[in-house]
């Protein structure tokens, strides 16, 4: 068992953790009214951009770890792995930014 293959089930575990993420921000914003969307609009509007962002980096690690299988190169190894941390480091800032923003 190689690297990629952790790297593959913890990428794509990940992107679901993100996935719920984005759903659920998106359901909050969807329960305020019309006049108050507008007034929160840009605090929902940067967790979801932040959420796509650690999607689209989760799903890159996971396309590179299968792509190791493929064509053997370290390097792809190390940009899944970059990726990958680039996701996490996404989920750890928006939880973050979720326990700062209760009032």
Do not use: P
């Not at 993420?21 to 951009?49: E, N």
């Not at 299968?66 to 941390?85: D, E, M, P």
């Amino acid at each position: 068992m190689h690297i990629a293959d952790d790297l593959l089930t913890a990428s794509t575990a990940l992107a679901g953790l993100i996935f719920l993420f984005i759903g659920t921000t998106i359901g909050r914003w969807d329960s305020y009214s019309a006049q108050q969307q507008k007034a929160v609009r840009r605090k929902y509007q940067l967790r979801g951009w932040f959420g796509l962002l650690g999607f689209a980096a989760a799903l890159a690690s996971a396309v590179l770890a299968l792509l190791f299988n493929w064509a053997s190169f370290t390097a792809i190894v190390y940009a899944s792995a970059g990726f990958f941390l680039v996701s996490l480091g996404v989920v750890c800032f928006a939880a973050i930014a979720q326990v700062r923003g209760i009032e």
